[in-house]
């Protein structure tokens, strides 16, 4: 027996679709606007930051790149309640997809002002403008130009990821809501029709258990001395 499921039950829910992705979008528009400022701010320490910025961001970089998001928002939901701090599902998931994208966003923005030639470095400094100044000013556009589709790449994947947030009954477009229309109409007919079966199935296997039983029984009696 083939199941197949129900597009149209998922269609016919459309209001509640629409609102899903209204809520991805508005996740992955506040946490890609953070995301891209916590980078541009680790790149620079990196780079041209006092030593004391520059060891903590390497290291959040590569804490951050090297755990998976689900873990970096369990943390930050169901962790820091521990020490006081309590967050909403859905501050939780901004700030969990800000950060996640901020270590990708240093290290892509990083690479695109090691790509600018030395030259416009000095270029700036001789202009008695400071590094900071230099960094913003003469760096910081010429690098963003380089990266741009490689940082609009990773904001997708962040937003692909937003699914993950349905986990602390944050509202997206795969939230757990959108299962059960999925599976509303075909899905609990194919479960209904599987139980059935399975309480068709076994009145018969016990009966024909039963059967072998009893024969095995008449068998031993009949072997009996009379």
Not at 16 to 42: D, M, P, R
Not at 160 to 184: F, K, M
């Amino acid at each position: 027996m083939l199941i197949t499921l129900d597009f149209w039950a998922v269609l016919a829910e459309w209001p509640l679709l629409l609102k899903g992705i209204a809520w991805t979008l508005g996740l992955t528009a506040v946490s890609a606007v953070l995301g891209l400022i916590v980078g541009i701010a680790c790149a620079w320490a990196r780079n041209d930051g006092p030593p004391w910025l520059g060891w903590p961001a390497a290291a959040y970089v590569e804490l951050l790149r090297n755990t998976p998001f689900i873990v970096q928002l369990f943390f930050i939901f169901f962790g820091l309640p521990a020490i006081g701090v309590r967050l909403s599902p859905e501050v939780a998931s901004i700030i969990a997809m800000a950060v996640n994208l901020g270590a990708y966003a240093g290290e892509i923005v990083r690479a695109g002002i090691a790509s600018t030639p030395r030259g416009q470095i000095e270029a700036g400094l001789s202009l008695a403008l400071s590094r900071v100044q230099t960094f913003r000013h003469v760096l910081l556009p010429q690098a963003l130009r380089k990266v741009w589709p490689s940082l609009v790449s990773q904001m997708i994947i962040v937003m692909l990821g937003s699914a993950v947030c349905g986990h602390i009954s944050t509202e997206d477009r795969q939230h757990p809501r959108a299962a059960q229309i999925l599976w509303r109409e075909r899905g609990v007919q194919g479960h209904r029709r599987v139980s059935d079966a399975q309480r068709g199935h076994r009145p018969h296997q016990q009966e024909r258990h039963g059967q072998e039983h009893l024969a095995a029984l008449r068998q031993r009696a009949g072997n009996l001395p009379g």
